[in-house]
């Protein structure tokens, strides 16, 4: 088997992406293959917006869906 790893792109339903890495997370404990998968990603940025004349920092996907 090759030692490189390789890209996988889920599709999710836009806003429920959190909960989908949080599934496959679980699914990667339960079969025991962290050693196959080190790392589930969600492309995020941080953005600040003013509310109330306060400066809220917030996170949005890059990619949503």
């Given at each position: 088997?090759?030692?490189?790893?390789?890209?996988?792109?889920?599709?999710?339903?836009?806003?429920?992406?959190?909960?989908?890495?949080?599934?496959?997370?679980?699914?990667?404990?339960?079969?025991?293959?962290?050693?196959?998968?080190?790392?589930?990603?969600?492309?995020?940025?941080?953005y600040?917006?003013?509310?109330?004349?306060?400066?809220?920092?917030?996170?949005r996907?890059?990619?949503?869906?």
């Open positions: 088997m090759s030692d490189q790893l390789k890209w996988y792109v889920v599709r999710a339903i836009s806003g429920k992406e959190k909960k989908v890495k949080q599934y496959v997370d679980a699914e990667i404990a339960r079969l025991g293959i962290a050693h196959l998968v080190p790392q589930v990603l969600i492309p995020t940025e941080k600040y917006q003013m509310r109330d004349g306060k400066k809220i920092a917030k996170e996907n890059y990619f949503p869906g």
